[in-house]
T-cell receptor
Framework: DAGVIQSPRHEVTEMGQEVTLRCKPI?????LFWYRQTMMRGLELLIY????????DSGMPEDRFSAKMPNASFSTLKIQPSEPRDSAVYFC???????????FGPGTRLTVL | EDQVTQSPEALRLQEGESSSLNCSYT??????LFWYRQDPGKGPEFLFT???AGEEKEKERLKATLTKKESFLHITAPKPEDSATYLC????????????FGTGTSLTVIP
């Protein structure tokens, strides 16, 4: 298996622009997670899905953030409008069952100028 | 408030110098504790899961242990390729599938 795939790997944008991050989980994994990592706060869970349904989005910072999972093999995290404080590395992870170890993608490094 | 604290923040070891990394947690009802390794520019890579106090897991030069309040990651005779950031995460009962990550220990092993 190719593992969790994320795109793009790097994104540089200007404040106010829309940003869309993409993720393909490992086939057969029922859970998909979106995390944000910064030096100050470490890894923070933003939202997770089970069988394409959002289960817990309490970590989404504000209404500018939205996530979708239209099918079992694709998810997006959208920021609109983006702000400089959104600059971070965004990871997608997937797991087969609840409580199992999570497998992380390579991350998307987002820089908002 | 649930907390996961890792110490030290950074650790420099000579090759072959054994040491331990600490992960202390204050959560009510631990369901599992997970250790991950993260290399620069990459996503965290799963190492171990521990479920109950007294449990131990080993992999090559790494051994993870768990008590009711903390977990240790013991590194025996480390090599330069063990240099990475080590993260621990806890999964609490009755919180669905939400993992709480510590901020990590950055390990550097000097040849």
């Amino acid at each position: 298996d190719a593992g969790v795939i994320q795109s793009p790997r790097h994104e540089v944008t200007e404040m106010g622009q829309e940003v869309t991050l993409r993720c393909k989980p490992i086939s057969g994994h029922d859970y998909l997670f979106w995390y944000r990592q910064t030096m100050m706060r470490g890894l923070e869970l933003l939202i997770y899905f089970n069988n394409n349904v959002p289960i817990d989005d309490s970590g989404m910072p504000e209404d500018r953030f939205s996530a979708k999972m239209p099918n079992a093999s694709f998810s997006t995290l959208k920021i609109q409008p983006s702000e400089p404080r959104d600059s971070a590395v965004y990871f997608c992870a997937s797991s087969r069952l609840a409580g199992n170890e999570q497998f992380f993608g390579p991350g998307t490094r987002l820089t908002v100028l | 408030e649930d907390q996961v604290t890792q110490s030290p923040e950074a650790l420099r070891l000579q090759e072959g110098e054994s040491s331990s990394l600490n992960c202390s947690y204050t959560v009510s009802g631990l369901r599992g504790l997970f250790w991950y390794r993260q290399d620069p520019g990459k996503g965290p890579e799963f190492l171990f899961t521990l479920y109950s106090a007294g449990e131990e897991k080993e992999k090559e030069r790494l051994k993870a242990t768990l008590t009711k309040k903390e977990s240790f990651l013991h590194i025996t005779a480390p090599k330069p390729e063990d240099s990475a950031t080590y993260l621990c995460a806890v999964l609490r009962r009755n919180t669905g599938n939400q993992f709480y990550f510590g901020t990590g220990t950055s390990l550097t092993v000097i040849p």
